[in-house]
Each structure stands twice: as C-alpha cells, then as structure tokens.
C-alpha cells in the first residue's frame, strides 16, 4: 500500500492525481516512480516550509511526468527527455479538463527541470519541482529538512544505497539514442560518465569555427 502523506504533506485524493499515479507506474520502473514520488514530497515540503501558495494537484502531475521521457515509449524520440515528459504530461492533463494555464505550469516544471538558474523565478510548479529533483538527485537544500522530515520520506520510499548508480544508468538509458540533446546540460556528464566516445560540444569552439569565423577570415 502506497504512504499517501509523510510529515503533515498528502498526496493528492483527487481523480486526477489518482490516474496519473497509475498512469505514470506502468511506464516507469519502480526506481524511478518511487524517486518521482519523493519529489514531489520534497517539493511539497519546501513549498510549504516557504509559505508558498501552490497547487498540489499540480505539482504531484509535474513531479510524476518529469522522468516519463527516459522510458521504453520515447526510445525513437529525438527531443530531450524533458520535452518529451513534458508534452506527454500535457496529453494527460488535457484528457482531464485542466486549464491551458495549468497546463501550461506543468508543461514548464518539466520542461526546464534540468536548466539551473530559471525555474526558481517561474511559478511555484516550477521552483519546487526542480528543487524537489535535486534534493532527491543531489541533497540540495538537505539541512532545510528536517532529519524527521528525511527519515519518513526514506522509509516511506527507500531510496537505496544503489540508487545514484541506478538513475544514472536509467538516464543513459532513457538518452543513449539521442546524445546531442545533453549538449550544453549536466546530462552531458552521464553520457560522457557511460560512453568513452562521447565528446561534449565546446561553445567556444563552436564560434570560432562558425560559417562567420570563415568569412570573417576570408574578407580581412
């Protein structure tokens, strides 16, 4: 039986949130559902501990899509995983009657939960999204949260010793046929961590040696 609230913090009893728990289980492993659940009680928590005004329906459908782009049903897909996640959180969201507003928060939460720098200044969605996806990932924010806090979420949902090789290997698994999308991301470091013939893009270079540079050279 799934724990349905950790700290004061419930998931959802909605229709909604109900069906797209469901929806997003068949697709994913159980690694990866039980991490897109915790983030949404981090999230959850964060948002609540800063007094934001957020929709909680919401936030559990962009923390339960925004893996669903690493799974078997994209393996064709050459967008990022993001995107992917994203529009298919849209198909969702719009079978159930949300708003092109609502959906439109979603869509962004997932889209840009891999972009540091710019979900904190979107709407709530968003901002706790992303910082639920890096307290699971990385332990960001980790001592805002309480060690109570921590505990229940762990034991509600283990995360496991094995769990950063786990989801390292899932992204690559989810990215290994499209890697020029992690050009430019952090997810450039997990298909150079799992391939030795991945070579990132330098931007740099990439000036240097553009149609311009050669014309530039050729009319000086």
Known sequence: MAVVEISGIRIPDSRLAREASEFVREMESTLLFEHSTRV??????????????????????????????????????????????????RDFLRGHGISEDDMQKVWLAIALHTTPGISAHLDPIACLTAEGVMMDLVGADYDRFDEDQRAAVEAAYPRGAGFAEGLLQALYDGLEHRPDVTQGTGLADVMADKNAHFHRRNFCCLMRNSPWACDDCSSS
Do not use: C, I, P
């Open 40 to 89: 949404y009680f981090w999230g959850a928590m964060a948002g609540q501990r800063r007094g934001l005004n957020f929709d909680r329906e919401l936030l559990f459908a962009a923390a339960m899509f925004h893996d669903v782009g690493l799974t078997a049903g994209f393996k064709e897909s050459r967008l990022r995983f993001e995107v992917d996640g994203a529009n298919a959180a």
